[in-house]
């Protein structure tokens, strides 16, 4: 495991992760607040996908969330279009098991990917995208300390409504600040 909190883990995906990943990608309830292009993907497109992340890239950095008591997967965080000569990048995270929906383990993963962004790697800068129907993740956004940035309006179309993208966004020394304020 690479990073570790109370509750859980974050780890390379494997390939034995494509089936796990599969079936969250083609669950319509899942992927509705998280991706704007819900499809049915094939078994094939989604080992591509896995083996391309498995490969890596210098641009990304993908990660499954395992709970560790059980050590089962529960869904996916990942920093992409990182840009270290201007240290920013963008975060996404979902929690592809319903079953962990709501009960702090996203919370949990984010801050790890964050203290990963911010600590180990030294970027100035973490973003992200968010439907705007998806009020549960802005109001856990706002927690950890992002900041809203802007809107795309009317940018999804989503059971039979437009609805706006919310750009966020957090800087490191927010984040390290709002770390200190815990801890003290």
């Given at each position: 495991m690479l990073f570790q909190s109370a509750?859980?883990?974050?780890?390379k995906m494997t390939a034995e992760d494509?089936?796990?990943?599969?079936?969250?990608?083609?669950?319509?309830?899942?992927?509705q607040t998280t991706s704007p292009f819900i499809d049915n993907h094939t078994r094939e497109s989604t080992q591509e996908f896995v083996s391309q992340v498995i490969l890596g890239s210098s641009s990304s950095k993908s990660y499954i969330i395992v709970e560790k008591q059980t050590q089962t997967p529960i869904g996916v965080t990942a920093l992409i279009q990182i840009d270290l000569k201007n240290r920013n990048a963008e975060c996404i995270i979902d929690i592809?098991?319903?079953d962990y929906w709501g009960k702090g383990y996203g919370s949990e993963a984010l801050k790890l990917?964050?203290?990963?962004?911010?600590?180990?790697?030294?970027?100035?800068?973490?973003?992200?995208?968010v439907f705007s129907f998806n009020e549960k993740a802005i109001k856990l956004y706002e927690r950890i300390g992002f900041q809203h940035e802007?809107?795309?309006?009317?940018?999804?179309?989503?059971?039979?409504?437009?609805?706006?993208?919310?750009q966020m966004g957090i800087l490191?020394?927010?984040?390290?600040?709002?770390?200190?304020?815990?801890r003290s």
């Open positions: 509750r859980v883990a974050l780890r494509a089936d796990v990943y599969h079936a969250w990608r083609n669950d319509v309830e899942v992927m592809g098991a319903k990917l964050l203290d990963y962004a911010f600590l180990e790697m030294n970027l100035h800068r973490v973003s992200l995208r802007g809107i795309s309006r009317q940018l999804l179309f989503r059971a039979g409504k437009w609805h706006d993208i919310v490191q020394e927010e984040y390290v600040s709002s770390l200190s304020e815990v």
